[in-house]
Structure formats: C-alpha cells, structure tokens
C-alpha cells in the first residue's frame, strides 16, 4: 500500500523490493507490436535451490493482476503469497525440492517493466507510450529469464487464467525447453465474452477523469474511482452465481431494513466495494489496461494457420490441464478444446474438471482435489525426469 | 462405466497381449488399473480416456496420463495410427454406437484389443429361459432400468461385427466363470455357451 500512496509513482515499478534483472540495449526484448523494448527489466522471486543438473526449476506463471511473490508475503499488501496455499517447504510444490521462478510479467506494474515504470527516454513513467503487449512478448522475457539462470530445460510450466495462457505459449514456443505444463482454468483464446468485460473495465478506467488520457502520474492523480469499479465488474466474473448466492445472498450490510438509497444495503455490493478499493491500493490502472488487451489478444490457434493441434505438433511435453465446472470465464469446454487438440498432435495430456461452486478464482484457494491431481502430475513427471523425491 | 470393478480377470488377460514400451490408449480406463498395471510390469506409454470425473481424478493423482472423455464422442479427436495398442475393457457395451467406437478404435491403433461380457454365456440363457426375468450376474449386476450398459452383444454377434467392419482376429480367449482360458481347441458355440468373457486382439 505504501509504495502507491508514498508518491506520484509507483516505487515498486522501478525498484521492486524483489530482486530484478536489467537488460541492456544489447538485449532487447522483441515485441510482438513490432518493436524493440530496451532497455527492460524482469522482476522476480525464486524458492528453493537449483540442483546441479538444473532440473528441478518450475516457473510459475501469474494471472492478471498477480505478481512474482507467489509463496512469499507480498511487499506491497503484507498479505501472504498469493499461491503460498501450494507453494512452500513441504507443499505439494516443495520447494525443498524444487527451485520455482517466478517473474512480474513484462506490463506489469510490481517491478518488471510496465505503463508505470519510467521511460528513459523521457524520464517520466512510459503511461500508453509503452507498446502493447502480449502474452508471447511476456513469454519472451521469461525465456530471457531463464536463460539468465543457465537453465536449459524447465521441469514444468504452471499458472492458472492469464498464467495458464502463458504456460501454453511456452509449450508452444519453447516445446524443447518445457517438460511438463501443467495450464489452469484458462483458453486458448480469450472468448468474445471476456474480451468484452474487459472493455468495460477498461472503459470504467478511462472515463475517470483522474485518468489525464494516461498520464495520470504526471498530474499527481491516480484513477481509482474507474480502476475499482473495472475490479468489481471483474471480480463479478471471477465467482460464480451459486457461490456468491452462498455467501451474501440477500443479506443486508450493518443494518436491519432497506435504506430506500443507493448506499450499499446489501452485503454483496459491500464486498464488491471493498473490493474495487483494495485493489486501487495495489495495482497500476494503465498496468490494468495492458494487462487486460493481451489476453484479449491471445489466440494460438490464429498464431498457427487456425488449427490448435498445429500449436503442439510433435510436442514431447506433458501435458495436464484442470478446469472447475462452476468457471463461467473459462468454461471446461475451453480446457476441452486444448485436451482435443492435443490428442491430436499425440501429446501426452491428463486432464481433470473439478467439481467446485466457487468460480475462476478456484485455482486459488484450497480445493483438495486440485492439489491431489497437481500432486500426481507433479509427481509423475518429477519420476519421468528422474528426480528424486 | 465398467461392468464390475472387483471382477477384473480380463486384465491380465489384455495385458498379456501388450508387449513391453508400447503405447497404448485405453478407452473407458475406470479407476486406472489396467494402465498402472500395464506401466509397472510392462513400462509402455499409457494414456486413458474416461467417462467419470471420479475415475479421472483418481487416475491423474495416481499420475496416470487420462483425460476426462467420451469413447462415443471424443475418439474422432486422436489421430490415425497414433498408438501401438488401443484398448477398450469391458466398455463397448456401455457405448452409445459400438460399431462406430469399434471402427475408430482400428483406426487410432495398430491393433485394438476389446474385452467384454458375454451376454450368450448359459447362465444369462437361463435367466432369461427360466426366470423370464432380464439377467442379474455376478459378472452383470444391474437391474434393467440401471444399467449403463446399454448394447449387449454374445461372442458371435462380436465376431460378426468383425467381419463387417472387416477387422482381422488374430487372437481370441473367452474367459469361463472362474476366470479360466477356454481350450483354443473348442468350437464357436462352445465359447458362446461357456465363455463369460471374451477378449479380443484384432486388426484393421
């Protein structure tokens, strides 16, 4: 909370409490928008230690609005990591066996270079002179990443919503460098549905007048009246109708009767606003907008002549993926196409749909039946590659 | 969707079929026995393909690659000749099209081998003749109205759609109820009448 409250910018974007990598003009990052960006640098977290041979490194691919302190307590909310319930000494992703990575994705706004970080060109931050960016460009610099730890092949490949969209690019991309990927509760391809709920977040954005066409920083402003009502439409996608209904139905906030006004009566429109202003507190809202635009961007079956199984051919990774049957964001049938194209191209694939109530966010939170079949995912493929248990 | 899930004697009887590394599909792999035992003593390349979300999840945490599926649906998804082996235990009589699933299994392997209960076996005969009463077994235990298994068929109806489909047998064992081989020697009726189970190991 400090680092967006202390002053006009974001701290955390230029010096991130993690540690972070800086490339130099004689590495710059090739984006998709048909640029260089350069110089860049990737913020990130590792657990655990790299053995001898490098192969027991997992890289952890965060969602929207996620960042690299995925198993430990986050500098900018205090709270704990946010898969700390999976990662850790012990967990089901040891990390007194394995060395996991993870980075802030290239547009993003906790240290890796993102709208919030400082353009050297101008010295001011890069606002929407930043080109967009896609989920490749953030694979891109994942690789860059890795490269720098002189890891050759990563043992898997994990994440869950825009996680999962970067775990199938890297097993597209980078087949030979994947051992295993194991995507959550994601796509393909963003559906014409959540590209549209993006549009309204990012609508909500730009139509605060904080906002100063993006420039906010430079005006001592930050939009948060549109940030967090972008979050609350968001977080609405996020649970389900019969978990929220679970949760609130229609109980009223602190009060016996309806207020006949538009304060929030009712439980659920209090949640959502404490919500919409947590948020605000810990993320960049043009970070939001670039965030949002590559999923929204994200098709790899485009990339590869329209047929999916073209993604994967002759792929040797292996393959599990997980959907939640209550995921209205990314329906099992999405998990289902991917499963299907990847039969086709004879790729070694489970894939489980979990019986839940609670929604997208599921991958999140302690769902026991997820952790028993990342476990035996996990621990399949760790004898395959012929770690040590 | 497996006709009994205690009762498995055709596994071993499959498994003997498969030499060792092969790649092998298996359709309808329940609880994953047949491909945890085919990984152990035979270490091939086992992938599965179940109906139930149990039987899937329970697979992939045993670290079993299978995906959550349907034989009548989702074969037309793996590619021609993509496995040495396809298998398809005590299934095809749960499936909603058995000649088509039959059909795409020679397709996706270089040979299928097929396992199933004989709906000729005397004492379904009897329960029918006798009891006129829709047969209740050991080896079949549901009631009419329960039961998954929805295209029965007897050792010689199994053989004629072979022929059909124009599948070479090249190997054929029927099973008594002890879980017994019946002798090669012995006739087609013979089998039909005696045999419980049959399993097949056919080509295209």
């Keep these: 909370m400090a680092a967006l409250r202390a002053g006009k910018t974001n701290n955390e974007a230029d010096q991130p409490s993690s540690p972070v990598l800086r490339f130099g003009p004689d590495k ?88 919030a970080s400082t353009n050297p060109a101008t010295g001011k931050p890069y606002g929407l002179d930043l080109p967009i960016i896609t989920i490749r460009d953030m694979v891109r610099a994942q690789q860059m990443l890795i490269d720098h730890f002189g890891i050759e092949k990563l043992f898997c490949v994990l994440g869950g919503s825009m996680g999962g969209m970067q775990v199938l690019e890297w097993a597209s991309s980078y087949p030979e460098r994947v051992f295993s990927a194991l995507p959550i509760a994601t796509g393909a391809r963003h559906s014409s549905q959540n590209i549209a709920f993006h549009e309204v977040g990012r609508q909500a954005v730009m139509a605060d007048p904080d906002w100063h066409g993006g420039k906010y920083f430079e005006h001592g402003k930050r939009p948060e009246k549109g940030l ?7 977080h609405i996608t996020y649970l389900s109708e019969a978990a929220l209904h679970r949760k609130f139905g229609r109980n009223l906030q602190d009060r016996e009767a309806l207020t006949f006004g538009f304060d929030a009566d009712f439980q ?29 961007y994200f098709d790899l079956a485009a990339d590869h002549g329209g047929r999916l199984a073209d993604a994967f051919a002759g792929t040797k990774t292996r393959f599990c993926l997980v959907s939640f049957t209550s995921d209205w964001l ?32 599921a991958f999140l939170l302690d769902e026991p039946e997820l952790f028993a079949a990342i476990n035996g995912f996990i621990g399949s493929a760790a004898r395959a590659r012929g770690l040590a248990s | 969707m497996n006709v009994t899930r205690n009762q498995r004697v055709d596994l071993e009887v499959v498994a003997n079929l498969i030499p060792p590394q092969s790649r092998v599909l298996d359709v309808g792999s329940g609880d994953g026995s047949l491909l945890e035992l085919l990984q152990d003593t035979k270490q091939v390349d086992g992938r599965g393909l179940e109906l139930s979300q149990r039987g899937v999840n329970e697979c992939v945490a045993r670290g079993l690659s299978v995906i959550q599926g349907d034989a009548d649906k989702d074969l037309e998804f793996y590619p021609d000749k993509g496995f040495d082996f396809v298998v398809l235990s005590q299934t095809l009589q749960a499936t909603r099209n058995p000649k088509l699933v039959l059909k795409e299994l020679l397709r996706i392997g270089n040979r299928a081998i097929v396992s199933f209960p004989n709906f000729g076996h005397w004492r ?33 109806d199994f053989v004629n759609l072979c022929d059909e489909l124009g599948a070479t047998v090249e190997k054929a ?22 045999g419980q189970q049959a399993v097949f190991l056919l080509k295209r």
């Design chain 1, 330 to 361: 990314f329906p099992t049938e999405e998990s289902r196409s991917i499963v299907h194209a990847l039969n086709a191209a004879g790729a070694s694939v489970s894939f489980v749909e979990i019986e839940t109530d609670r929604g997208h966010d």
């Design chain 1, 228 to 234: 967090a009502v972008a979050r609350m439409a968001a």
């Design chain 1, 28 to 115: 710059p990052l090739k984006l998709d928008a048909g640029t260089l960006l350069s110089p860049f640098q990737v913020a990130y977290q590792t657990y655990g230690t790299l053995n001898d041979a490098r192969s027991n490194a997992i890289l952890v691919c965060h969602a929207l609005t996620g960042d690299q302190h995925v198993g430990s307590t986050n500098p900018v909310t205090g709270k704990p990591g946010w898969w700390e319930v999976l990662i850790g000494p012990g967990k089901i992703i040891d990390t007194n066996r394995f060395f996991v990575i993870c980075s802030n994705v290239i547009g993003g706004c906790l240290g890796s270079t993102g709208p």
């Design chain 2, 173 to 194: 064992t029927a099973l008594d109820a002890n879980g017994q081989k019946i002798g090669l020697s012995m006739p087609w009726w013979f089998w039909n009448f005696f």
């Design chain 1, 268 to 296: 659920i429109e209090s949640y959502l606003r404490h919500q919409g202003m947590t948020f605000v507190d810990r993320f960049d809202a043009n970070s939001y907008l670039y965030m949002t635009r590559s999923m929204d």
């Design chain 2, 124 to 156: 379904v005969r009897m329960s029918l003749f006798l009891n006129g009463r829709m047969p209740v077994t050991t080896d079949l235990p549901y009631s009419w109205y329960d039961t998954p298994n929805i295209h029965f068929c007897t050792i010689r």
